[in-house]
């Protein structure tokens, strides 16, 4: 079949692939099937039938033909994709298709000439009847030692004889191995199109199933850009801005990527706009004028202002029915108006416009509106007319316009509208006249703490009240900071610094500062301590303002995320005092929130400083701050998993992003939000909803916003799956996005790396990544991130216990690690549950643990109803017990460890608990009966499970004592073992048996021993 989509990538449409695939199956056990799928063009019917197609080819005992409609001459060639498909099968089969229609010749040769000459029967109707029963029966036949898949694609194009051939196959097949499928633009099907009632008969049938395209969501579409740009992830951005504009339309995506390829970022190409113009220019002239006037009036025109723009409502109606029936234009449903059908459309007919009658245009439907303001909703009002007058290429009504549009939209909670319309404003200052800036426009709106007012206590000054450049600056820096667009933030701030006096107007200069510093931080980016330092030299001495409170907030805050004392503690107490003083309730809030998470950090009770976030939390929410509110939500949540709350911060966190959504904020924090979420979900062991909600989140913010959280959490995901390749890919993509270091990212991502290594067989490299932390300035606070890590660390050097590379420098790192835990503060039932762990972890590493450490930490890990870490205590308490020789108590133990882990679905865990249980001679669970044995590693060269056991630990370089300390096993008896392996392997030593192992995988998940 000819390949013809632009994308290397197949992407979605798992529904119907099954649904497909279903067929296929019942068809194959010799019930005929057929299926149409329908879908406006350029949604990816080609593309799915391919796909299904090459599948079908794979499974053996298949055979598949196409056939297309013509679009032009379709009546003077009936049967033309039978005749196309018989094609193709006579040249895929020859001589079987020759024999399948032995007997037909002379009737098939009317389908196809290669059957020979046409019989000399007259073309009445009962010569047709006879040609549809020969081609039923050459079906037949095909479809009795094989499964034959026939489609007719362009449904909507076909000939009348196509259609009825097609429905008496689907009628009379009976008892073969037959699927049929045909394909139909839905866009095409007007009222009286013929397709319609055919379509409707068929479906009433039990055989028949009717599959429904439907545009591409983001995720999709995403998936579909990165296969045609040939990157892994694509631009969160780009997606975004060509989803909007395809609307999801696959074929309109690939035109878009191309576009962009070629360097046409904004337009449509030329092939692309021809396309879509191609229906228009088939209507009437004055129909065309209408679509032309109705591109203008937005995505939705209502009908009221069309009417009132033409002036002459019986032809609009006219001109509407015809383009409604020719699927340009379509009725909207949420109201008396019209869309395109598709944005595309309205956006390549709005650009064929000449530039005069645009301006005429728009020029119209603003003063239409302005006379009849009761035309358009009052909540689209503002923007309607804004866009009107811009496009109608008035600055002296644009502006003003615009200004009002921003207001409206801040007040909506619609950030990225307000930021629009605020850069439509400062592109348009400069086209307009004084008096046109004194008169017209609406006074300063609002941007935080921003003061408007630049006089001196005890006096005013009148131009104060009108609206200033610099107003409109502050108010776009905060829309930017809102809308998630950091980087034209920055900018209007830097532009804006160039034109304030720090002498004259110190407050203002620090409130685009600390902006500046906000921006900075979260884009990752170096400056934001110089510019909160900066901020703080310009306000320290000035009287009480919200400013100066909102500065020290700010720097407080800043501190939280690295490494805070007990000066940044007094910081936001002073920040607390400021802001109650002089009103302004939503920074006093926001700094309550910072001298909870602090007082968490440094002190040793967790409830007070829970119970003073909490309630700046709830005194936030009547304030009407979306998001000092979600600032304090994603700390709250962040709080609670750290303390072991796990089951809270999940509601907490999900109470975040849906406040998110609702008020315009997701791409703004949506990230870490998302990342709070999914690492509490995982200390539940809910590892279904980490995928769902990491997938769901790959769209909620601009790339490189807290994208190193999300890059750590799939890392996490591929640990326990086992798989250490994308785990390592994961860990990089996190350490290239975590530019600044900040603690509570650095250190799960310096676990992670610790983890990789040792899971890989490289345990200096696993001990390095423990070092670059311990013997770096540590924060204080963060016990939930730093007693994992050092539970982790202690784990490697307890593993390697007896390795030659291990030794030097091995007691060193172990007091390191117990120096760094002697200096933490355990808060929680979880952190003294992981510091038990670490507790038995050194002891380990010394070769002195007993059960009773192992005990100690279950019995403290038992409370906190996490699955891990307390898998983790139960795997090492049933060792220590196998060691004491309490086979029955460690069987125990491992059952319960296996279960958690099998809660997590942690593979890695599963094959320890399993690998442990097998050399100690444990059952776990017993074989079902009659169920195969798996060939086990070593089994052609006779090996006993014990001696692969011995063979195993041979490979890794152990000596017999260290082998014999693995399986409880006492030297001597592992000096036996190795014997009888050399015997087996008929290799002369040691070296040659590891060699061999190593050489012919026999135990392929083994790492390579360090330093080969």
């Known amino acids: 079949m000819q390949q013809i989509s632009v994308s ?102 009317r389908l196809l000439p290669e059957f020979g000459e046409a019989d000399g029967e007259p073309n009445d109707e009962y010569g047709r009847a006879r040609l549809f029963e ?28 196509t259609r009825e051939l097609f429905a008496y196959l689907v009628r009379t097949l009976h008892r073969v191995r037959v699927l049929l499928i045909a394909t139909y633009r839905t866009d095409d099907l007007h009222r ?74 904004a337009g449509l190409t030329d092939s692309l706009r021809d396309i879509l113009l191609v229906r228009v220019e088939a209507l009437d002239e004055e129909t065309q004028r209408v679509l032309r006037i109705a591109a203008e009036g937005g995505s939705t025109v209502e009908h009221a202002l069309l009417a009132a723009v ?21 009725p909207d449903p949420d109201g008396d108006g019209y869309r395109f059908r598709h944005a595309l459309v309205r956006e390549a007919v709005s650009d064929d416009l000449l530039p005069g009658e645009r301006h005429r245009i728009n020029r119209r439907f603003a003063t239409v509106l302005e006379e009849q303001p009761q ?30 549009a921003a207001r409206e939209a801040r007040r909506r909670n619609a950030f990225a509208e307000q930021l629009g319309m605020l850069e439509r404003a400062l592109e348009l200052w400069d086209h307009v ?38 107003d409109v600056l502050a108010e776009a820096v905060v829309a930017a900071r809102r809308s998630g667009d950091r980087e034209r933030g920055l900018s209007f701030a830097r532009r804006a610094l160039k034109m304030v006096d720090e002498r004259e107007n110190p407050a203002r200069a620090a409130w685009f500062r600390i902006n500046r510093a906000r921006m900075l931080g979260h884009l990752r980016r170096s400056g934001d301590e110089e510019e909160i330092a900066h901020a703080h030299r310009l306000v320290e001495h000035l009287p009480p303002s919200a400013v100066q409170a909102e500065v020290f907030a700010l720097g407080a805050g800043a501190a939280m995320l690295k490494n805070p004392g ?97 008020n315009g904020l997701v791409r703004n924090i949506g990230t870490i939000l998302t990342g709070n979420l999914a690492e509490a979900l995982m200390d539940l062991g809910r590892i279904e909803e980490v995928t769902r909600v990491l997938a769901d989140g790959d769209l909620t913010s601009p790339t490189g916003t807290h994208a190193e959280f999300l890059d750590r959490m799939r890392g996490e995901l591929a640990m326990l799956r086992g798989d250490l390749a994308e785990a390592a890919e994961m860990l990089a993509q996190a350490r290239t996005a975590n530019r600044i270091g900040q603690v509570q990212h650095s250190v799960p991502i310096s676990q992670l790396a610790v983890r990789i290594a040792a899971r890989s067989g490289r345990p200096m490299e696993a001990r390095a990544e423990l070092l670059a932390v311990l013997e770096g300035e540590l924060p204080r606070g963060y016990e939930s991130d730093l007693l994992p890590l050092l539970v982790d660390g202690a784990g490697v050097e307890a593993d390697t216990r007896g390795l030659p590379e291990a030794g030097p420098d091995r007691a060193r790192v172990l007091a390191l690690i117990a120096a760094t835990a002697a200096g933490l503060v355990p808060k929680a039932p979880l952190h003294h549950g992981w510091a038990r762990l670490l507790e038995g972890e050194l002891a380990r590493a010394e070769g002195a643990d007993t059960p009773a450490h192992w005990a100690a930490a279950v019995e403290a890990l038992r409370p906190t109803g996490l699955p891990y870490p307390l898998a983790l205590a139960l795997l ?53 009966a009659g169920r195969a044995k798996t060939p086990l590693p070593g089994d052609s060269f006779g090996l006993t499970p014990r001696e692969r056991d011995v063979l195993r630990l041979l490979a890794q370089g152990r000596t017999n004592r260290q082998i014999a300390e693995v399986l409880y096993i006492s030297p001597k008896t592992a000096s036996v073992h190795v014997s009888n392996i050399l015997g087996k392997l008929a290799v002369a030593g040691r070296g040659e048996a590891a060699a061999l192992a190593h050489r012919l995988r026999l135990f392929p998940d083994e790492p390579v021993p360090a330093g080969r």
């Not at 001109?319 to 409604?324: D, I, K, N, Q």
Request: include cysteine; charge should be negative; charged fraction near 25%.
């Open 8 to 109: 290397p990538v197949f992407v979605g449409r798992g529904t119907e692939i099954t649904a497909l695939t279903d067929s296929l199956r019942r068809a194959g056990s010799g019930h005929p099937q057929a299926v149409l799928i329908g879908g406006e063009a350029g949604v990816g019917k080609t593309r799915l039938l391919e796909e299904f197609l090459a599948r079908a080819c794979g499974t053996g005992g298949v055979v598949t033909t196409v056939g297309g409609c013509l679009e032009v001459g379709a009546e003077g060639l009936p049967y033309a994709p039978l005749a196309t498909a018989l094609r193709r099968l006579h040249r895929g089969l020859g001589p079987e298709l020759e024999a399948a229609a032995a007997g037909s010749e002379g009737h098939l040769a």
């Open 134 to 161: 020969h081609t039923a029966r050459l079906f037949e036949r095909l479809g009795t030692d094989r499964t034959l898949v026939l489609a007719v694609e362009d449904l909507h194009w076909s000939d009348r004889s």
């Open 192 to 265: 009286r199109h013929p397709l319609r009632p055919f379509l409707a008969e068929l479906e009433r049938l039990r055989t028949v199933q009717r599959l429904e395209l439907e545009r591409f969501g983001p995720g999709e579409v995403a998936a579909q850009l990165a296969g045609i740009l040939g990157t892994a992830v694509p631009d969160r951005q780009l997606v975004d801005r060509i989803h909007r504009r395809s609307e999801g339309n696959p074929f309109f995506v690939e035109e878009l990527a191309t576009a962009l390829h070629d360097g046409c970022r």
């Open 310 to 330: 033409l002036e002459d409502e019986e032809a609009l109606i006219e001109s509407l029915r015809t383009a409604v029936g020719a699927s340009i234009l379509r």
């Open 375 to 404: 035309l358009v909703g009052a909540d689209v009002r503002p923007a309607r007319l804004a866009n009107y007058w811009y496009h109608a290429h008035d600055p002296a009504r644009a502006l003003p316009t615009a200004l009002d």
């Open 433 to 470: 006249s004084e008096e046109v800036l004194a008169h017209t426009l609406r006074p300063y709106d609002w941007a935080e703490t921003y003061p408007p007012c630049a006089c001196a206590a005890g006096a005013h000054d009148p131009g104060c009240d009108r609206l200033q450049l610099i």
């Open 566 to 662: 007990h000066e940044q503690v007094e910081l936001a107490e002073r920040a607390v005092l400021i802001a109650g003083e002089v009103g302004a309730h939503a920074v006093e809030q926001h700094a309550r929130m910072t001298l909870g998470y602090l007082r968490n950090d440094l002190g040793a009770d967790p409830e007070t400083a829970l119970a003073e976030l909490t309630a700046a939390v709830e005194a936030t929410r009547p304030l009407g701050v979306p998001d000092v509110l979600l600032r304090g939500l994603n700390n709250l949540a962040s709080m609670l998993r750290g303390l072991g709350r796990a089951e809270e911060a999940v509601a907490v966190a999900r109470e975040g992003l849906e406040y998110a959504d609702g």
């Open 876 to 928: 090492r308490a049933g060792e220590a017990e196998v060691l004491a020789g309490r086979r029955e108590a460690a069987a125990e133990l491992l059952r319960e460890a296996r279960e958690l882990a099998g809660v997590r679905s942690d593979r890695p865990l599963l094959a320890e608990i399993a690998g442990l249980a097998d050399r100690a001679g444990l059952a776990l669970t017993t074989c079902p």
